[in-house]
Structures are given as C-alpha cells and as structure tokens.
C-alpha cells in the first residue's frame, strides 16, 4: 500500500468521525486566525498613538469586583462538593464502587484546588500584566490598578 493510498484511507475515515471533522474545522480555523494575526500584527503594533485606558478600566473593575466573590463561591463549593463526595465514598459498601468513588473524591480535590489557585494567580497577575500593558501601549498613560485585600 503506498502513502497516497494509506492517506486516502485516512481521510476517508475521519471524515466519517463527526467530532474529528469539528476538531480539524476547529485547527483550521485557528491556524488561519495566527496567519492572520501574524500577517496584520505589525501595521497594528505600529499604531503608537492609540489610549488603550478607555477600554482598561471597564476590565480592570470588574475582575477587582469579581475575584472576591469568585473565591467565596468556589471555596463554598468546592468544600460542600468534597465533603459530599467523602460521605458517598465513606458509605460504600462494595469495593469496586468503594474505589470508584475514591476516585472520584480524589478528581473532586484535584478540581477544587486548581480552579482555586487559577483564581488566585488571576488576582495576583492583575497588576503586572496590567502595568506591562501600559509599558508597551507607546502612550504613556498610566493606569493605576487597585486590589482589594
């Protein structure tokens, strides 16, 4: 069987697979957006009189006001969630479900704790992406960003 056969093949099977054929339209799609974006990158870095603080603040603002929030409801979550999914593995009976649930505690955990810490280093990023921003926006407008602690 030669190459150009083994492709066709290939094609011919994914193309049947509707979740390939959504993947592939997926990395099309994006690959021509970076062509795109890497195309037209440099007329628009080029631009140096643009204030970018209109459409900062707006931004800034709400992340400020909702990361708190975003933190209550995870911990409130996450904890009920842990705790409810310790009940059921502590209540089974058989072993395979005994090992099943384990499982699914231990994913619960995992879950819980990275959604947390993304949180967290959303908040304590908010500042330096911000003042990197400014430094690369050719303004020289300042944007004073405020955490609340």
């Not at 904890?79 to 209540?91: P, Q, R």
Request: hydrophobic share 50%; charged share 15%; net charge positive.
């Amino acid at each position: 069987m030669t190459v150009g056969m083994k492709m066709t093949n290939w094609l011919r099977e994914v193309s049947q697979n509707k979740k390939a054929v959504m993947i592939m339209k997926i990395a099309v799609i994006a690959f021509l957006a970076v062509l795109v974006t890497m195309s037209f990158g440099d007329t628009a870095m080029a631009a140096t009189d643009i204030d970018l603080d209109p459409a900062v603040h707006p931004v800034l603002n709400l992340i400020n006001k909702l990361v708190n929030p975003l933190l209550l409801l995870v911990g409130a979550g996450g904890v009920i969630f842990c705790i409810i999914m310790g009940v059921k593995y502590a209540t089974a009976e058989e072993p395979q479900e005994r090992e099943k649930r384990k499982q699914h505690l231990k994913n619960a955990i995992i879950g819980y704790l990275l959604i947390f810490v993304l949180v967290v280093i959303l908040k304590l990023s908010i500042g330096p992406l911000t003042n990197w921003m400014v430094g690369n926006s050719g303004t020289g407008s300042t944007v004073q960003v405020t955490t609340t602690k």
